[in-house]
């Protein structure tokens, strides 16, 4: 089959599609589509951006939003302890006027008082000094009053002697008087009864003993006596008046002798006194009726 005459051939057709369209505008259409991509991406990354910017500044308004809410609650708080503050204040000034006021009253009261107090504090004094001065004058009698009793107990001490008793055993102080024997009592180094005997024919009870007056001598203080102790009689003849008269009783404390000593000597009658240890002595037997 032969070509027609109208219907070009493929090398006809390439020939006049490169003669038709020159290269140069089909780059530049590249370059025009590849400019308008890339400023449709920028555009876009331009659009993202803002979107993004927006979205955090929308956010950054809400915190600065609560801030300044939180910031304006804080001002009213303190605006609110500024005024209770401010009332305080005022009360304050009150109440610092009324305690000067009170201050002051209580330094009048001080100094009233400290004026009564050294009034009185000397008024004391006084009357400490007239009392010292009484008391010097009361101790100075008393040191002579001190002195006097120390000089009779010096002189009683010299009366008050030891003797050897009819037995042979030291005594203790004998007394030759009732004032003598009254400054044993007060030594109390024994137990002490004065008597005065008469001549009877029933014996006398004297302390724990019972004694029987027999003959007497007033001439020469002499006396004979018997003594009923133990539901024994003991019989002392020929005594001498200031002589201690020994004997034992059954039970005395460490076998320690009584002891009688007679101060006078008259014709029917003797005077003295007993002394026994201080522990209790045994009571004496009735006395045998004659």
Do not use: C
Not at 200 to 205: N, V
């Amino acid at each position: 089959m032969s070509n027609s005459p109208n219907v070009p051939s493929p090398e006809e057709s390439y020939h006049y599609q490169s003669m038709g369209t020159p290269r140069w505008i089909i780059v530049l259409f590249i370059v025009v589509i590849a400019g308008l991509a890339g400023v449709v991406y920028a555009g876009y990354t331009a659009q993202s951006r803002l979107e993004q910017a927006a979205s955090k500044a929308a956010e950054q308004n809400k915190i600065v939003t609560a801030q300044l809410e939180q910031a304006n609650g804080r001002i009213a708080e303190l605006k609110a302890q500024l005024e209770a503050a401010a009332q305080k204040i005022g009360m304050t000034q009150d109440e610092l006027a009324r305690t000067k006021s009170r201050a002051e009253d209580i330094r009048k009261q001080q100094i009233a008082s400290d004026q009564k107090l050294t009034q009185q504090i000397t008024s004391a004094q006084k009357e400490s000094e007239e009392k010292i001065g009484a008391v010097a004058t009361d101790v100075t009698g008393a040191k002579k009053d001190i002195e006097a009793t120390r000089s009779d107990l010096e002189a009683t001490k010299s009366k008050l002697e030891r003797a050897t008793g009819d037995m042979g055993v030291m005594s203790g102080l004998i007394a030759r008087n009732h004032d003598d024997l009254e400054e044993l009592r007060r030594r109390g180094d024994r137990n002490y009864y004065e008597f005065t005997v008469q001549k009877s024919k029933a014996a006398q009870r004297v302390g724990p003993v019972q004694i029987s007056l027999g003959r007497t001598d007033p001439k020469k203080s002499k006396y004979t006596m018997t003594v009923l102790v133990d539901d024994r009689p003991i019989e002392k003849k020929d005594k001498t008046a200031g002589e201690p008269v020994q004997f034992y009783v059954k039970g005395a404390a460490r076998m320690a002798p009584y002891e009688i000593v007679v101060f006078d000597v008259g014709k029917s009658q003797i005077s003295g006194y007993l002394a026994t240890p201080k522990e209790a002595a045994p009571a004496a037997p009735a006395a045998p009726t004659k």
